[in-house]
């Protein structure tokens, strides 16, 4: 009982030591100009056996889960950010480079697999679908913040959001190839089309019904506000999965209908997910750093092979996946471009080599090692260059005005009230007007204004002024009325 008790001690030390050191890298990154996901697989390295020697972890199963969770958890997030508006904007190239432009990069990227690796047809296909799909997690990570032009920024996300449904049923598809004797390639092919369709059917359905109970339910605490939200997304994935239908697809589509609801809690709520995402992202790249082996992965042949195919993927397979797949599209030739620099591998490759591990394929190891260090030059090469190849195509825009004010906005549950936050732009009708001459709904009260760095203490004679943040009291049978009025869109 006492060296359980240790053990359990020393767990828990590690893993405080290692969100600690994940939380700090992230510091660091910002000034070093690589991505922080890259950081966090190093910590997990060095902390590993061949490392420090701190850790011994070669589970691959408990690699997975912990990398489904992960990302589950990541794409809520995603997805709660997520306008269907901007949506709509960039569905067709969003969606075209989530499926063809998956197909068309594995296609490519098999076919170097056969040539580079040595390995049969069936084999590179499998690699070529591991590596195929855009990294949802990685691509958040990296774009947040940035001035990339908002509709490029968007389409990657939307791709990188919906384009894991594609990247798991080709890897499902080909290790069934690789175990089954008399695969039926009708049912296989079939499948996809029940996993899209399902996952986007009852993202829908949870999304809504997930929407309409944080807003009818009345909990004593607003702190389980957010827990009960994180509910709806495992649900999401956990009964799309059972259903064999893509789970990932069900959350991000979930937490988009959930996201552009008007929700009691709003700000915590999306605090919350925010920081649990990034504690999941921390965790899932630190374990993902402590599975692999540096004594095997920075060899001479994996290392050769892994440029080779990283050149190949980045320089060849996404450019043409992106230049085919928007073929007819009114893009600029800077712009396709962008996009397909843009193309960072993340956790998925990596958490999807894990399904040929744990099928015991006779290659699988060589195929893992080959993967992670594709992602790792993908994530250091595209991820830490993004900005600068975006402003040197003339594709960066404005830097999107923060306010640097910390009033928290939240609900007040029993008075059935919330503070907006509202900043005044040029299309706002009450520009220019003093606050005794606008007709404000019932129920709407102006609380302070924030003017450059001077907080403004409203009375009738202020005059709104364009640039002002103004924090206003509405009843929630208010809200809809003042945004309208305001011309906020959300």
């Known amino acids: 009982m006492e060296e359980l008790l240790v053990n359990s001690d020393y767990f828990i030390l590690l893993t405080a030591l290692l969100l600690c050191a994940g939380v700090i890298t992230t510091k660091f990154s910002t000034r070093l100009g690589v991505p922080a996901l890259v950081l966090f697989i190093l910590v ?48 067709k190239p969003a969606l075209s480079l989530a499926t063809a432009g998956v197909l068309i990069t594995t296609t490519v990227v098999a076919v170097a697999a056969k040539l580079i690796l040595g390995v049969s047809w069936l084999e590179g296909f499998l690699f070529g679908s591991i ?60 499948s996809f089309f029940w996993q899209m369709g399902i996952g986007l059917l009852l993202g829908i359905i949870i999304g809504k019904a997930g929407s309409f109970f944080i807003n009818r339910i009345n909990l004593d605490s607003s702190g389980l506000y957010p827990v009960f939200t994180m509910a709806f997304a495992l ?26 609801k ?25 374990i993902l750093g402590l599975l692999v082996f540096p004594a095997q992965l920075f060899t001479w042949e994996v290392v050769g092979k892994g440029l080779l195919l990283s050149a ?23 712009e396709k471009i962008f996009l397909s620099w843009a193309g960072l591998r993340g956790a998925v490759p990596i958490v999807l080599a894990t399904f040929p591990l744990i099928a015991g394929l006779e290659n699988s190891q060589m195929i893992f090692n080959v993967v992670f260090f594709v992602v790792l030059t993908s994530a250091l090469i595209q991820g830490s260059t993004i900005s600068k190849f975006a402003a040197k195509l003339g594709l960066t825009g404005s830097t999107k005005a923060e306010p640097a004010h910390s009033l928290e906005l939240i609900s007040i549950g029993k008075a059935d009230a919330e503070i907006l936050e509202a900043e005044v732009n040029e299309e706002m009708p009450i520009v220019g007007k003093s606050l005794a001459d606008i007709s404000f709904p019932k129920d709407v009260l102006i609380n302070a204004v924030i003017r450059g760095a001077d907080l403004v203490t409203p009375y009738g004679e202020t005059v709104i002024q364009k640039g002002d943040i103004l924090y206003i009291l509405v009843s929630r049978n208010s809200k809809r009325e003042l945004k309208e009025m305001l011309h906020i869109n959300e």
Do not use: C
């Not at 969770?69 to 794409?75: C, K, S």
């Open 44 to 91: 997990g390295m060095i902390t590993g056996s061949d490392g420090l020697g701190f850790i011994y972890f070669d589970n691959a199963r408990l690699t997975q889960m912990i990398g489904v969770l992960a990302l589950i958890i990541i794409l809520f997030e995603g997805g709660l950010q997520t306008k269907i508006s901007t949506v709509k904007a960039v569905a």
């Open 131 to 190: 590596v195929g799909s855009t990294d949802a997690a990685a691509v958040f990570a990296v774009l947040k913040g940035k001035n990339v032009k908002g509709k490029l920024g968007s389409i990657l996300e939307v791709e990188s959001g919906t384009n894991d449904p594609m990247a798991v049923f080709l890897t499902i598809f080909f290790i069934e190839l690789l175990t089954v004797d008399k695969p039926v390639y009708f049912l296989l092919a079939g």
């Open 235 to 260: 649900l999401a994935y956990s009964i799309t999965d059972l259903l064999n239908a893509s789970g990932l697809l069900a959350v991000y589509v979930a937490a988009m209908v959930i996201g552009n």
């Open 262 to 286: 008007e929700l009691t809690y709003r700000h915590s709520i999306f605090k919350f997910n925010e920081g649990f995402a990034w504690m999941m992202q921390i965790l899932m790249f630190v």
């Open 312 to 334: 190949i993927l980045i320089f060849v397979a996404r450019p043409i996946a992106v230049f085919v797949s928007m073929i007819k599209m009114n893009y600029q030739l800077n």
